[in-house]
């Protein structure tokens, strides 16, 4: 029997093997486009928790939102769809991000963090972000760094306007 180096055997419980979380973050793959299918994302808005408040429904708006959206990052985990950055951005002065989801089985690995980073740097070194929160991630865009604002206005689709 060699004694050469062999990889501890993965942990496994009923079935389910175990990957540590620091090598799970370090092979997420991330990638900028959107070269994604209309079912794989509304698959993940739905896995993410997002899709309570997204038009899921219906898949025209949907591809609609991934065609015009003009700067889109992806976290993949190999072939799986694990995480989305959604954004409309002059790549200069301000960028508004529409979408951030997190697939539940990834969430609080540091992926949200990263597609936010990532976005980051797409936009430019002076460009702000500007998004709507979903009322599950209140807690979170204060804790990784952004400021409330206090004049966030919506004219919903159907509002009158003017009054
Ligand atoms: C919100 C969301 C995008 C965050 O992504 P994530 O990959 O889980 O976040 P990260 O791993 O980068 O988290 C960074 C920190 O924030 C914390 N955090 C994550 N989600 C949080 C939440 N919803 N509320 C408060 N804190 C949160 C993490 O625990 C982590 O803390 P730590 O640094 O002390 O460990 C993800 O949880 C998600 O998709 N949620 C459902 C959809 C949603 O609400 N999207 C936002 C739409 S505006």
Redesign the pocket.
């Known amino acids: 029997m060699s004694d050469a180096w062999r990889p501890p055997p993965a942990r496994c419980a009923g079935g389910v093997i175990f990957v540590p979380a620091s090598d799970l973050m370090n092979s997420i793959e991330y990638r900028y486009g959107n070269d994604l299918s209309v079912e794989s994302a509304i698959e993940l808005y739905n896995a993410?928790?997002?899709g309570e408040?997204r038009p899921v429904d219906d898949p025209q708006i949907f591809a609609d939102m991934l065609r015009h959206a003009n700067l889109t990052v992806t976290a993949w985990d190999g072939d799986l769809l694990v995480?989305i950055a959604r954004s409309v951005t002059d790549f200069s002065y301000v960028g508004y991000?529409s979408?951030?989801?997190?697939?539940?089985s990834?969430?609080?690995?540091?992926?949200?963090?990263?597609?936010?980073q990532k976005t980051r740097e797409k936009m430019g070194p002076r460009s702000m972000l500007v998004?709507?929160?979903?009322p599950?991630?209140?807690?979170?865009y204060p804790?990784?760094g952004f400021t409330q604002h206090p004049s966030a206005w919506v004219l919903r689709a159907g509002d009158p306007f003017p009054k």
């Open positions: 993410s928790g997002l408040r995480g991000v979408d951030l989801a997190v697939r539940r990834h969430q609080k690995l540091g992926i949200g963090g990263q597609l936010i998004l709507l929160s979903a599950q991630a209140v807690e979170y804790r990784v």
